[in-house]
T-cell receptor
């Protein structure tokens, strides 16, 4: 089936630093989604992107839907300790109601 | 409180013993889905349901069954569990239409020995 390649797999950063992660696909998606999963909990939606080229912010988070519709990136500015968790990209496969998730980026913030 | 609930939260069972993991949502959502999460593989969709009596396979449906007899409930059934089904399972729901915001349950950690 379709796969989403997410990088990096993990990151250790200092508090206050900016973070960037991305997601690529071998096929196009009509929707890109970014989720965060805190330890011991289910994922929570951060940002949803619906159009190629779209740039959307949610507080310190900014995400973009790539022009080719095969990639997306998420930036976190001025990281804080509560940003710790696993970040997943996801997309809805065109013509289906299925969701494909990336393998996740594990973020650790050092105070 | 709007939520998705799953039961049980933890389950240890033996190979071949049928089990059911329940999922219920109180938001009147049309779409419900089951995922499994495994280290290094992210979340993979098992089955989803667009509405009552409408279900379809996700990417990894083998060894699982689902049913959607009521809008609020979407149980996951393992008729003959095997060790490779040891995983963390999440149920999720969302409104119908263009909304993609899925609300996830707290997860069920299943171990099959």
């Amino acid at each position: 089936g379709q796969q989403l390649n997410q990088s990096p797999q993990s990151m250790f950063i200092q508090e206050g630093e900016d973070v960037s992660m991305n997601c690529t696909s071998s096929s196009i998606f009509n929707t890109w989604l970014w989720y965060k999963q805190d330890p011991g909990e289910g994922p929570v939606l951060l940002i949803a992107l619906y159009k190629a080229g779209e740039l959307t912010s949610n507080g310190r988070l900014t995400a973009q839907f790539g022009i080719t519709r095969k990639d997306s990136f998420l930036n976190i500015s001025a990281s804080i300790p509560s940003d710790v968790g696993i970040y997943f990209c996801a997309g809805q496969a065109p013509g289906t109601y299925k969701y494909i998730f990336g393998t996740g980026t594990r973020l650790k913030v050092l105070a | 409180e709007a939520q998705v609930t799953q039961n049980p939260r933890y389950l240890i069972t033996v190979t071949g013993k049928k089990l059911t993991v329940t999922c219920s949502q109180n938001m009147n959502h049309e779409y419900m889905s089951w995922y499994r999460q495994d280290p290094g593989l992210g979340l993979r969709q098992i089955y989803y349901s667009m509405n009552v009596e409408v279900t379809d396979k996700g990417d990894v449906p083998e060894g699982y069954k689902v049913s959607r007899k009521e809008k609020r409930n979407f149980p996951l059934i393992l008729e003959s569990p095997s060790p490779n089904q040891t995983s963390l399972y999440f149920c999720a729901s969302r409104r119908g239409g263009a909304s993609h915001e899925q609300y996830f349950g707290p997860g069920t950690r299943l171990t099959v020995t």
